[in-house]
C-alpha cells in the first residue's frame, strides 16, 4: 500500500536542472573546463561541492585549488544559479505536478521533497508549492545520494515504511538512492539514460504521472 510519494526538486518538480548546468558551464568555461549534457548526468543530484570535486576531475584539475578557492567557486556557481532562480514563476512547476499533488492531499498520502539543493525552500516558494509538502528533509550533514539516506529520511519524515513509498528522480545518482533505500524508482528523463540505474519505470513528461498509477505500482 502506497504510504508516501518521495519526490526529487530539480528536474522532477520543475526545470531548475538546466539552471545548474548553465551555472556550472559557466564557472567551468572560466577554469577552462568544457561540460557537455552527456556529462552533466553525472552531476545531477549530486551535492554542490561533489559536484565541483568531479567538474574539476573532469577537467584534470583536481590538485590545482585550495579548499578556500574551491568554496569561492561554489559560490560563484551558486550566485548566478540564484540569479537564473530570480525568474522562476508558479507557471514553472512542471505539467501535471500540481494535479498530482492535490491528488495526493486528497487522498491522505504525504509528498515529500528529497532534494540535494540548499535552495529546495527557495523554489519551492517561488513555485507556491510549498504547502503542497508535508517536509522537505534537509540535505545538510547527511550521505548525499546515490546513498539511500535522503530517502530514509523523507520516508521517516512522512511516518511510512520505505517498502511502501515510491520515489521520483531525474537523475541517476538519484534512481540508485531510491533503490538502495529499497523503493520503487520512477524515473523522469529517458529509459537508456535512468533504465540501467535501476529505474522500475521511466516516463518522458510529469505529465505522464497519475495517482491512478502510482497506486497501481506501489
Ligand atoms: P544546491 P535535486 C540537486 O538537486 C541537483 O540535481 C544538483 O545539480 C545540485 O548540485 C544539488 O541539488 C545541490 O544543489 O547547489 O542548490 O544546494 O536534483 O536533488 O533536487
Ligand atoms: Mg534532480
Redesign the pocket.
Known amino acids: 500500500k502506497l504510504q508516501a510519494v518521495l519526490f526529487?526538486?530539480?528536474?522532477?518538480i520543475t526545470d531548475?536542472?538546466k539552471y545548474?548546468?548553465t551555472a556550472?558551464k559557466q564557472m567551468a568555461e572560466r577554469i577552462g573546463i568544457e561540460i557537455d549534457s552527456e556529462f552533466n548526468e553525472s552531476?545531477?543530484?549530486?551535492?554542490?561541492m561533489?559536484?565541483l570535486e568531479r567538474i574539476l576531475i573532469h577537467g584534470q584539475q583536481e590538485h590545482k585549488y585550495t579548499q578556500e578557492e574551491k568554496e569561492r567557486l561554489?559560490q560563484q556557481?551558486?550566485d548566478e544559479?540564484v540569479a537564473l532562480l530570480a525568474s522562476l514563476t508558479p507557471e514553472d512547476t512542471y505539467p501535471g505536478i500540481k494535479e498530482l499533488l492535490q491528488q495526493l492531499r486528497d487522498n491522505g498520502i504525504p509528498a515529500v521533497?528529497?532534494?540535494?539543493?540548499?535552495?529546495?525552500p527557495l523554489i519551492l516558494d517561488a513555485l507556491q508549492l510549498r504547502d503542497y509538502f508535508h517536509a522537505i528533509v534537509d540535505?545538510s550533514g547527511i550521505p548525499g545520494?546515490p546513498q539511500p539516506d535522503?530517502f530514509l529520511k523523507a520516508a521517516e519524515q512522512a511516518g511510512a515504511d520505505p517498502s511502501c513509498c515510491i520515489g521520483v528522480?531525474?537523475?541517476q545518482a538519484?534512481i540508485e538512492a531510491i533503490r538502495a533505500a529499497g523503493m520503487y524508482a520512477v524515473g523522469i528523463g529517458e529509459e537508456n539514460i535512468l533504465g540501467p540505474f535501476g529505474a522500475d519505470i521511466v516516463y518522458a513528461s510529469t505529465r505522464e504521472l497519475s495517482l491512478q498509477k502510482l497506486l497501481a505500482a506501489a
Open positions: 526529487d526538486l530539480d528536474g522532477v531548475t536542472a545548474h548546468f556550472w552531476l545531477k543530484g549530486i551535492e554542490r561533489q559536484s561554489a556557481k551558486n544559479y521533497i528529497a532534494s540535494a539543493s540548499k535552495n529546495a540535505p545520494k535522503i528522480e531525474d537523475s538519484g
